[in-house]
């Protein structure tokens, strides 16, 4: 969730699509939808609160499926807009009226009406039920409809279950959410159903695509305009990996997956269960891998940004810090382990200093001792495949790339 602000800069980027299961060589047609990056970012604090907060909503919902109670809002907890998000101008209604949505791997409920009132049209129709979701740092509420959704000329949804917010919190400056996280997350979010089907469901039941797979390509970058993302539904892009594609099965409720985690050859994670997260700006580890890492590292907290840093000398003697998931090492380089130098003082830092994206993630908690965010996915391809509940990563072109 993020608030529009003069400190905000988009990044345009490609959303692209595909309508096969496997890897997709032939991209003719190309099928794009634009989507934009923005980053607000005035501390590295709020950062760190940002993503907290949304993931102690992922452990609060989990919790709350299996002990089979409601989800409880945190009535105290404070709208926090400091995030990188991923913006699609997505179409709704029988003239395809443009709303600007987040794109959420870590939600599943698609919905508008946060900024831009939502106006029904011929293909919409009101079900009458209301729909609530909590976000962590934002949330909103209203009624379910169901109605067309455009995604692009080629990629339409009829009769797409779609929340219409009345009430909203966090989403100042977009329109909502376009969810793409597993259908168990729509569980207990809509009154009187007991899941709703997501874009990717109905994008294979009405056979536009043969396999419910979404695929994600992120590339480091600090410029400030430039095409560097795309995400595929139905396939894989082979021009965006390197090798093959490593698969892992999906656990608990979110785009879980199990790993361990070292820091050159000493292990600070072993076998341990966590998320993948779009939404998520950094690295979380739990906080005996934090500080082992930390301690090797020498790295020291600074105060102005709420983030670690090390000197140059400790930055040109840090080790890779290695990802083993599916038998398969994925490994960030240290420059792959910093915050991007040219967007230093955008978080309140120093424009010589050398910040690391790794954070403190609390103590074990399972199910949730690792939170792989957007600075671990922007150097790794990575897949969600509901149809063999499984999730993959693959090197990219860019995987080593020194852009930081």
């Known amino acids: 969730m993020f608030a529009a602000s003069s400190l905000l800069t988009f990044v345009t980027l490609a959303l692209g699509v595909a309508a096969s299961p496997v890897v997709v060589v032939d991209r003719s047609p190309i099928i794009t939808l634009p989507l934009s990056r923005v980053h607000n970012f005035t501390s590295g604090y709020n950062i760190i609160a940002h993503d907290l907060a949304r993931i102690q909503n992922f452990k609060d919902r989990s919790a709350a499926r299996a002990s089979n109670q409601p989800l409880s809002k945190r009535q105290a907890e404070p709208v926090i807009n400091e995030v990188v998000s991923y913006i699609a101008s997505v179409g709704v209604g029988a003239s395809a009226s443009q709303y600007q949505l987040i794109v959420d791997t870590g939600s599943s409920n698609t919905w508008v009406g946060a900024t831009k009132r939502f106006t029904s049209t011929s293909t919409s129709t009101n079900t009458g039920d209301r729909v609530s979701v909590s976000y962590g740092s934002g949330s909103f509420s209203g009624t379910e409809w169901t109605d067309k959704v455009t995604l692009t000329s080629s990629l339409v949804i009829n009769k797409q279950s779609i929340g219409v917010a009345s009430t ?9 959410i376009l969810g793409i996280g597993p259908t168990d997350l729509t569980e207990g979010t809509v009154s009187g159903v007991s899941t709703v089907p997501t874009v990717v469901d109905n994008l294979f039941s009405q056979g536009t ?6 695929a994600v390509s992120f590339e480091p970058t600090t410029s400030e305009e430039v095409t560097n993302g795309e995400l595929f539904f139905g396939g894989t892009d082979s021009a965006k990996f390197t090798g093959s594609i490593t698969y892992t099965t999906r656990v608990g409720d979110y785009w879980g997956i199990s790993q361990s985690v070292s820091y050159g050859s000493t292990t600070i994670l072993s076998n341990l269960q966590g998320i993948v997260d779009t939404g998520t700006t950094l690295l979380y580890l739990t906080t005996s891998a934090f500080n082992s ?13 709420g983030l670690y840093k090390v000197t ?7 080790q890779n810090l290695n990802f083993n998931i599916g038998g398969t090492t994925f490994s960030l380089t240290p420059n792959a382990q910093i915050f991007p130098r040219s967007l230093n003082t955008d978080i309140g ?3 010589s200093s050398i910040y690391l994206i790794v954070a403190d993630l609390g103590a074990e908690d399972a199910g949730f001792d690792f939170i792989n965010g957007y600075a671990f996915l922007e150097r790794f391809y990575s897949v969600y495949d509901t149809t063999n509940n499984r999730v993959g990563f693959a090197t990219t072109p860019f995987t080593t790339a020194t852009t930081n």
Do not use: E
């Open 209 to 214: 695509i043969s396999s419910k797979v979404v």
């Open 168 to 176: 909203s919190s966090g989403f100042s400056g977009t329109d909502g």
């Open 349 to 351: 830092g120093s424009a």
């Open 293 to 305: 890492y930390i301690k090797s590292t020498g790295a020291v907290l600074d105060n102005n940004t």
């Open 312 to 318: 140059t000398a400790q930055f040109n003697a840090l």
